[in-house]
Nanobody, 120 residues
């Protein structure tokens, strides 16, 4: 089975930066889309950024210009560089990936989430 393990969350002051990482391991043939979602208390989980296997990206309007998603296919890893952080960015951030266990078998996986808190 596949596991997604996230790291890099924590407490940061407004205007600061964090870099989140998510490493996929297990039975992996290839990885399609990878993305980051976030969920604030009382809110639904929302897309932050997504990247496909060809490095095409899309971002939530609220983070565009501040966050950058990237991936290293050789390491089965996706990153989220977060700059100019705002208090409204505070949430649990979840890694997501569409993973092929073989050429025609794909399913979605979620990481356990990592807390990002932006506060002075």
């Amino acid at each position: 089975q596949v596991q997604l393990v996230e790291s890099g969350g924590g407490l940061v002051q407004p205007g600061g930066s964090l870099r989140l990482s998510c490493v996929a391991s297990g039975r992996i043939f290839s990885i399609g889309y990878m993305g980051w979602y976030r969920q604030a208390p009382g809110e639904e989980r929302d897309l932050v950024a997504r990247i496909n296997e060809g490095d095409t990206t899309n971002y939530s309007d609220s983070v565009k210009g501040r966050f950058t998603i990237s991936r290293d296919n050789a390491k089965n890893t996706v990153y989220l560089q977060m700059n100019s952080l705002k208090p409204e960015d505070t949430a649990v951030y979840y890694c997501h990936a569409d993973i092929f266990s073989r050429a025609a078998t794909v399913r979605s996986y979620w990481g356990q989430g990592t807390q990002v808190t932006v506060s002075s």
